[in-house]
T-cell receptor, first 113, second 114 residues
Framework: GESVGLHLPTLSVQEGDNSIINCAYSNSASDYFIWYKQESGKGPQFIIDIRSNMDKRQGQRVTVLLNKTVKHLSLQIAATQPGDSAVYFCAEIGSGGYQKVTFGTGTKLQVIP | DAGVTQSPTHLIKTRGQQVTLRCSPKSGHDTVSWYQQALGQGPQFIFQYYEEEERQRGNFPDRFSGHQFPNYSSELNVNALLLGDSALYLC?????????????FGPGTRLTVL
């Protein structure tokens, strides 16, 4: 399939290492944040979310950290696997609801076997 | 459950033409959102449909219009196509008024305008 990551910043990680993907968001009123994974030829896939009243949330092999002071999100992937290779987007949802998702600039993760 | 489906997969049009893209939401979902994703960028919100009405709209011109049918499926129409409309068009479905946001995305329709 066609790549969606031709002009995106790229993070190259050795298989088995931990990955950290960073994201700066713009709207201090955003109430809710999501990390999406997008593989080539596919639509974005929900990974993990976090509310603005939290600073950390853990899932299976993934952790999201939220720093509201500097409007920064990070996604940590433990023991990175080849199947983690994809473009990762952070997204924010404002307090106005209606599920409008505002995506940030993505990061392409390349896992080196 | 087939998830969100979109048709066609790929489409080639010329400037000035009109295009219609289609989306069927995931079973149990009645809200459909459309996004445009230019190459190398994140998806940009176009609009959202619920109960056959446009509920929210992003910063897109009136050339972009949509429709939702009683069975919750949706169409995106783009008139007077421009070269800059070339992009991947994503449809996402969800249930309204959830306590958290979880939209399921389709694979997209790749539109190329020549």
């Amino acid at each position: 399939g066609e790549s969606v990551g031709l002009h995106l910043p790229t993070l190259s990680v050795q298989e088995g290492d931990n990955s950290i993907i960073n994201c700066a968001y713009s709207n201090s009123a955003s109430d809710y944040f999501i990390w999406y994974k997008q593989e080539s030829g596919k639509g974005p896939q929900f990974i993990i979310d976090i509310r603005s009243n939290m600073d950390k949330r853990q899932g299976q092999r993934v952790t999201v950290l939220l720093n509201k002071t500097v409007k920064h999100l990070s996604l940590q992937i433990a023991a990175t696997q080849p199947g983690d290779s994809a473009v990762y987007f952070c997204a924010e949802i404002g307090s106005g609801g209606y599920q409008k998702v505002t995506f940030g600039t993505g990061t392409k993760l390349q896992v080196i076997p | 459950d087939a998830g969100v489906t979109q048709s066609p997969t790929h489409l080639i049009k010329t400037r000035g033409q009109q295009v219609t893209l289609r989306c069927s939401p995931k079973s149990g979902h009645d809200t459909v959102s459309w996004y445009q994703q230019a190459l190398g960028q994140g998806p940009q919100f176009i609009f959202q449909y619920y109960e056959e009405e446009e509920r929210q709209r992003g910063n897109f011109p009136d050339r972009f219009s949509g429709h939702q049918f009683p069975n919750y499926s949706s169409e995106l129409n783009v008139n007077a196509l421009l070269l800059g409309d070339s992009a991947l068009y994503l449809c996402a479905s969800s249930r309204p008024y959830m306590t958290y946001n979880e939209q399921f995305f389709g694979p997209g329709t790749r539109l190329t305008v020549l």
